[in-house]
């Protein structure tokens, strides 16, 4: 559209130079005809509803076009912002499933590793049950045994009860087993049992049981006496025939 104004601007300057009244016109100069030029396209400008700017003005219908190609790309840009937050929201979103997953499947794991301590150590009629704990500096067993913590050390004493829970007597052999017990306080680091010629020392317990009848073991363990001061969790676990299992205490 642009070009036909143009084009109908010089057609009428040259209509201007060419016609008259039957005379010859004078010659114009360059400027001359310059100037006649610029006035024909303004005389047209004038009577030219859409002419807004001169003969560079843009129509009403030029310039919806040109919004119509600018839209599609403003809109390429909301989408794209869009798509972008929407992608990012489904990879918090699926990150905080997978934890939550990974927390619920931990949990679930840890629970069903979890056995008793007759489970554990599998006596056949032989029930063995963590009763309570103790902490001393040294640990004594009538006149003839007595054994002393290092020093800035202590000993938590995990007491035990072993119990015939049938209707026969029942031999209960620990010592062939040679269970190895491992002891945590308030999540630290793992502290093995210690292993004593004591007669109610379960890792090397050795006894026959009537039916109905409950003797007492215990486990020792040195430990730090800081930690010791203040006990927030215990976890206790046994190895036996290259198996590691986690005990429930309670």
Request: hydrophobic share 30%; proline share 2%; with cysteine.
């Amino acid at each position: 559209m642009r070009r036909a104004i143009k084009k109908g601007t010089v057609l009428i300057a040259a209509a201007v130079l060419l016609t008259g009244c039957g005379e010859e016109m004078a010659p114009l100069t360059e400027s001359e005809e310059a100037i006649v030029i610029q006035y024909s396209a303004g005389t047209l400008a004038k009577h030219n509803s859409y002419q807004q700017e001169g003969m560079t003005a843009l129509y009403p219908e030029e310039e919806e076009e040109q919004e119509e190609e600018q839209e599609p790309e403003e809109k390429k840009e909301e989408k794209k912002t869009e798509s972008e937050e929407k992608n990012k929201k489904e990879e918090t979103d699926s990150k905080d499933k997978k934890e939550d997953n990974k927390e619920k499947d931990t949990a679930q794991t840890e629970e069903a590793g979890q056995l008793t301590l007759s489970e554990a150590l599998a006596v056949s009629g032989v029930e063995v049950s963590y009763k309570d704990y103790s902490v001393s500096s040294s640990y004594k067993q009538g006149e003839y045994f007595s054994l002393d913590a290092a020093a800035g050390n202590t000993f938590l004493i995990m007491n035990v009860n072993i119990t015939n829970t049938g209707s026969q007597a029942v031999d209960c052999d620990l010592l062939t087993k040679q269970p190895i017990f491992t002891l945590k306080l308030n999540q630290g680091a793992g502290v093995k049992n210690e292993v004593t010629i004591l007669s109610n020392d379960l890792s090397t317990y050795v006894g026959k049981l009537e039916p109905g009848q409950t003797d007492t073991a215990v486990l020792l363990f040195e430990v730090p006496e800081k930690t010791a001061e203040s006990i927030s969790s215990i976890q206790l676990s046994v190895q036996m025939n290259q198996k590691t299992n986690q005990i429930k205490l309670k």
